[in-house]
């Protein structure tokens, strides 16, 4: 094999994982967190074994799309936010990752049972985003007794009106806009204590 | 049979229900919503088939214990709030029906599966609420722009936050005093339309 068949080559292998990701990411949202492998396949324009040699389990492949989905949609959105004015990089954050959520969520649904992954990619989201509230709680912006507790229990508020909601309306963006009135309002109430996280217990519930 | 006799064996079947019922509410919030008949039986002191001759399949159960908590909490809890002042009275039935919604959880999610159970048993109450909410707007206590498709919704968010907080303590108020300053707010945003409720879709992804 020549250098320059051999470089090919991996030009070849790394044009077959784009589209395979690519194709993932729009057969998910297609067919649901449960669409099998070989409609990516098809779609991708790869054979079965191309796809099966890149990702040898269905987690590897769904890790990977979500990593790409975050890398080329969310990080982007974390490093503006940060870069500009408090309070409106927060609200653009997050904003920015219901809409991500609402358009990937059989992905992320997928992605449920892969221990740890979705604790790994959301932990510089909610890093960010605390970040934001505290410089926006300096300005005296926002109400000066809301914890980084809050925040993933305000996304999965949000998360929850996308359920019963028409897929195709943004109609969560109503309630972000009571939400985020309810953490600016200058006649704020005294709140009750914010209690640590808990994300094991009750989850049988869901 | 004597005419005392018979009205011996009913009051005694009658004893026999409320004890099941009672017990039912009991096992279920210690064992979960898969909890076995056999230790409602045992708890009610009750043989197997007194509770099978009542209840011939568990979601009789289900339901005649979950009707049982709605007539003994929240209706009352309706009755009181429709009695009173409207803001109070709207804040008052939300706070009883999550503390309802969270102390049952577990025969909540075993009726999950009864088709339309929970929309009938909902009904009353988000009717209540709505009327409480018009009459708060009319007084010019809540925002004007708040509609009652918003109050599922509402509800919804509140129930999200209880699957991460820790079930002995009643973190999930924190969240329900941001709502209603959301919801109170003087200096209060333009919202986005309020969307029909659409309980059909995305559900596969809770």
């Known amino acids: 094999m020549s250098l320059d068949s051999g470089r090919h080559l991996r030009a070849d292998a ?3 994982v784009a589209q395979i ?7 998910f949202i297609e067919q649901g967190p449960d669409a099998p492998l070989e409609a990516i396949a098809r779609r991708a ?4 074994r191309t796809l099966y040699r890149h990702f040898p389990h269905k987690q590897d492949l769904v890790r990977a799309a979500l990593e790409l989905s975050v890398a080329e949609d969310l990080a982007p959105a974390i490093r503006r936010a940060l870069a500009g004015e408090a309070w409106p990089g927060f609200v653009h954050l997050v904003d920015s990752a219901v809409e991500l959520a609402f358009r990937e ?11 740890s992954l979705t604790a790994e990619l959301s932990t510089p989201f909610y890093d ?3 970040l934001l509230l505290r410089r926006a709680q300096d300005a005296g912006t926002t ?3 809301l914890a980084p507790e809050d925040l993933p229990r305000f996304l999965g508020m949000l998360f929850s009106t996308l359920w019963n909601t028409d897929p195709t309306t943004d109609g969560w963006r109503r309630y972000l806009t009571i939400l985020l009135d ?10 009750p204590r914010a209690q640590p996280l ?6 049988t519930n869901r």
């Open 143 to 145: 109400r000066d007794d």
């Open 105 to 115: 969520h059989s992905l992320l649904a997928a992605a449920r049972g892969i221990d």
């Open 21 to 27: 990701l690519r194709a993932a990411r729009q057969i």
């Open 45 to 48: 324009e790869v054979g079965p």
């Open 198 to 203: 808990n994300r094991s217990t009750r989850r």
């Open 128 to 130: 960010a985003l605390g």
């Open 14 to 16: 790394a044009r077959n």
């Open 182 to 191: 309810g953490m600016t309002t200058p006649t704020a109430s005294t709140l």
